[in-house]
């Protein structure tokens, strides 16, 4: 008896954790890595007002959503007392992506120019 009650409690749990996060999302979900060695104070992605606080070199930012977004984008990040800035010219020919979970890694280079990098989660 107590075996029939491990392998339901086993297959309960099983089947209940294997839904994916994305099952149920309907918004566009971005977070930011940090792939440079100074610490991210702040961030702003876009026009977005929510700002992406504090991450640590190598470190993974919380997700924001937003109505909008491209592969790449306007991004402005403050370490201390500099200002880095990613500022695209335009977006002819970019497609809004699509419902999702996405990450913006980046860098900041020796001459202070912003790299991102689009990842699909």
Do not use: H, W
Request: some cysteine.
């Amino acid at each position: 008896m107590k075996n029939i009650g491990f392998v339901l409690l086993t297959f309960l749990v099983f089947t209940l954790s294997c839904t994916d996060r994305d099952d149920n999302v309907d918004t566009i979900n971005i977070r930011i890595k940090n792939d440079s060695n100074i610490n991210f104070d702040e961030v702003q992605v876009g026009t977005n007002e929510e700002l992406y606080t504090n991450i640590a070199p190598g470190d993974y930012s919380n997700y924001l959503v937003y109505e909008m977004a491209y592969q790449y984008a306007f991004v402005e990040i403050k370490s201390g007392e500099d200002i880095y800035v990613l500022q695209p010219i335009d977006f002819v020919g970019e497609t809004e992506l699509p419902i999702g979970f996405y990450t913006y890694k980046l860098n900041i280079n020796e001459e202070g120019e912003v790299s991102l990098q689009f990842v699909v989660d």
